[in-house]
């Protein structure tokens, strides 16, 4: 499945792709905003968790996002726990590359994200969790439709200061007829 818009082109992820991947887990200024626990890992650490949880689970889809002007991956996107019974999926958006960041690709990538979980798969319902002090995507999400379904309060432990993980979810029917 490769699917791209104005500024940016997707397409599955692969074992090939670990090493780039490797080094977005491993900065931590990026996993900052996205990752519960700030640890650095060994590449086949890394090798295994891509083997296994990114391309090994039936129930997720990962892709990697690539600036369509120069070819260069800028970071990934995922559908996982894709429950087709119901209907409905986590996603997840890093954008590993920060010399994309504040640019509006992670607004496009979401788009995209959501297109193909809405209109290709027919998802009802994609969810996400975001940490509570990560304001810019919070307010990317609702922008986009997301609504506030509630949160962990007080379970992320980050610079000696407690925060809650936001939990959004956006419906098929609020997408298609705001998005």
Known sequence: MLFDSARLSCR?????????????????????STSPSLDTYQMEETKDFVQHVILGTPSSKSYLIQAKETGQPIGIMSLVGIDFKNRNAECILDIGDKNYWGRGYGSEAM????????????????????FSFNHKAIKLYEKIGFVHEGSSRQSLYRNGVWHDIVHMGILQSEYVVNG
């Not at 599955?12 to 200024?29: C, F, I, P, S, V």
């Not at 788009?111 to 975001?130: G, I, K, P, Q």
């Open 12 to 32: 599955k992820m692969t074992m090939d792709d670990a090493e780039l991947y490797h080094t977005w887990r491993n900065d931590l200024e990026v996993m900052q």
């Open 111 to 130: 788009t995209l994200l959501l297109d193909y979980a809405f209109l290709e798969l027919n998802l009802h319902r994609v969810s996400l969790r975001v």
